[in-house]
């Protein structure tokens, strides 16, 4: 047997003696049966220790005496006092008296027996139950008006219904009325047990109404932009919570879901038959018709038709004219950003002459529009 199976054979040895003196026959012989394997299968020391762990195993616990020290049970036959016949101890009384604590000798079960029951008593002492302890209540401490305006904020339809300004309201208007909620709404200061969420509500407001593009794009949708895709609107009283989803935001997402998915079954059911109108004049859609609110033109096959289809006032005119009026918008848009951007190339280049004489036809058509809906575009036209 070679230098380190004998290393690793003394461990394994040096293990099973532990584990019998503390009384774990089962882990003994586990790490006794590894030595012998180790030492090549022949080893008089393993296997003297194999036997000991066996006649433990075998051996019956005994029962523990009464009274102090380790004392004789009244009646019985005392010992022999001479010292030639005094008995070796066997290796199950070797392994419990490990545990013995002057009163006879104890097992490894009663100690942990004894350990849970005096767990259990000091549980007990220290309360009754020794389960998880719930959490308290929250108290609401606010005053009447701290909630009275937590609760106006947070039953707000709109962000500027939140903020309490009009639509044509400037970002001066903005911050300030920011700054003033914000110091009555800030959890610090108002004790209100909604006063979190309608700070939470007060900032996303403010972070749209600050913003040129989110501001233009909620003014027209009423939706707010979240990074590239729009989403609806949140309500803080439709956001739901980490406890659990709101039944309102549900009711609200589904309200919204619904309705588009019927608009694409229609569309799909439709779709061998052509558009009604059409944002660019041909053969097809030769009559020009003019949206109601901006005057933005686009083009129909037969006007006749299309005003019995899409009558003045009724939902499906108003839908149909905001999808136009939304596409033409973003379009001269884009169109705004080209013009400046040839513009910008033409004043970098030293022909600033040119870029000053250069004119912006979209972005103008794009500022008149603006104007008509109240939003403030950023746009600067002029050099």
């Not at 569309?267 to 004049?281: E, V």
């Amino acid at each position: 047997m070679d230098s380190a199976n004998q290393d690793e054979a003394r461990k394994c040895g040096s293990i099973a003696k532990d584990a019998l003196l503390n009384g774990d026959a089962a882990k003994a012989e586990k790490w006794a049966s590894k030595a012998l394997r180790l030492a090549g299968g022949s080893s008089v020391e393993y296997e003297s220790l194999l036997v000991k762990i066996q006649q433990m195993s075998s051996a019956p616990s005994p029962s523990p005496a009464r009274g102090g020290g380790g004392g004789s049970t009244p009646g019985a036959t005392p010992p022999p006092s001479s010292a030639h016949h005094r008995p070796s101890p066997s290796p199950s009384a070797s392994g419990a008296a490990a545990y013995g604590n002057g009163s006879g000798g104890a097992t490894p079960e009663g100690a942990r027996q004894r350990a849970t029951a005096s767990s259990a008593k000091s549980a007990a002492a220290n309360g009754g139950s020794a389960g998880p302890k719930l959490p308290a209540r929250e108290v609401d401490r606010g005053t009447p008006e701290q909630r009275q305006l937590a609760q106006h904020i947070l039953k707000a339809k709109d962000y500027y219904a939140v903020m309490d300004l009009q639509r044509g309201a400037t970002d001066d208007d903005v911050k300030k009325a920011y700054r003033k909620l914000a110091l009555k709404l800030h959890p610090d200061k108002n004790q209100a047990a909604q006063a979190g969420e309608a700070f939470k509500a007060l900032s996303k407001a403010f972070s749209c109404l600050t913003d040129p593009d989110k501001r233009a794009y909620y003014d027209r949708t009423g939706w707010r932009i979240r990074g590239k895709i729009p989403q609806p609107p949140e309500v803080s009283g439709c956001v739901a919570s980490n406890r659990g989803v709101n039944l309102q935001r549900l009711i609200v997402d589904a309200g919204i879901i619904i309705p588009i998915l019927l608009l694409f079954m229609f569309m799909f059911l439709s779709s061998s038959q052509t558009p009604d109108f059409a944002t660019t004049r041909d053969s097809t859609y030769p009559r020009e018709v003019l949206t109601k609110r901006l005057g933005v033109p686009f083009y129909v096959k037969s006007q006749h038709d299309f005003e019995k289809a899409y009558a003045l006032g009724s939902q499906n005119r108003v839908r149909a004219e905001g999808q136009i009026e939304s596409e033409y918008y973003d379009r001269l848009r884009t169109r705004c950003q080209q013009e400046k951007i040839m513009r910008d190339r033409a004043w970098t280049w030293g022909n600033r002459e040119a870029a000053k004489a250069m004119k912006l036809a979209a972005c103008e058509e794009f500022q008149s529009i603006s104007d008509k809906l109240g939003v403030r575009n950023g746009y600067n036209l002029m050099y």
